[in-house]
């Protein structure tokens, strides 16, 4: 499926909006690891896909260049308190599961990149002492891989901050492996 055909069907699947962005494009802050420390999310050393266990901010900006071109993905919720973990949680989880609907129908190799980090077993494994159940469909957020959210929507011509009471959560699609060679070459 090419890059106008992904937005097409991502938009068709419900997103507010969709873009493509070249992966190079996108600008990676290893300061904001000290966000995912703070733990407001809770996940912080108790999910594989989050800090510190998905890796280094190297390591995971790494897993996105691997790939040449990514689609970025955005859903536009009405949410009384942004900051309330509870109430925002169904609407991430709703935008995750459209962003795996998305990846199915592409049917082709990438990685995602969630609203949220891995929810797809409660508790994650790694907090019973156990390999990751699903490895292959496992997803970090934005925040493990350090992406300068604001700066991607605005390259993308998305409203980061839509207006007054609503909220904006953001995911992504890398696709488009690069070669070994070009990958050596970064
Ligand atoms: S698939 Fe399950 S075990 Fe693996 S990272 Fe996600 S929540 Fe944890």
């Known amino acids: ?6 937005m097409e069907t991502a938009l068709e699947l419900g997103f507010a909006d969709a873009a493509l962005i070249r992966t190079d ?3 990676f802050i290893p300061a904001f690891r000290a966000l995912c420390e703070e733990n407001e999310c809770g996940k912080y050393g108790v999910n594989y896909a989050c ?3 998905c890796g280094t901010v190297e390591e995971m900006k790494q897993k996105v260049l691997r790939w040449r071109q990514a689609l970025v993905m955005q859903t536009m919720w009405d949410i009384e308190d942004p900051l309330d973990n509870e109430q925002i949680k169904p609407a991430k989880t709703e935008h995750n599961r459209l962003t ?7 049917a082709e190799p990438g990685l995602m990149i ?3 980090g891995c929810s797809l077993c409660s508790p994650c494994a790694i907090t019973e002492g156990a390999p990751c159940r699903f490895p292959g469909l496992r997803y970090s957020c934005m925040s493990a891989y350090c992406i300068f959210v604001k700066d991607m ?3 993308c011509g998305m409203d980061y ?4 009471g609503i909220t904006t959560f953001f995911s992504m699609y ?10 050596e070459d970064r």
């Open 161 to 164: 901050e839509c207006a007054p």
């Open 25 to 27: 494009e996108l600008v």
């Open 100 to 106: 795996r609907r998305l990846i199915e129908k592409a």
């Open 153 to 155: 929507a605005d390259r």
């Open 51 to 53: 800090p510190p266990d």
């Open 174 to 183: 890398c696709f488009d492996e690069r070669t070994p060679e070009l990958s």
């Open 114 to 116: 969630g609203a949220s």
């Open 1 to 6: 499926m090419d890059g106008k055909k992904l």
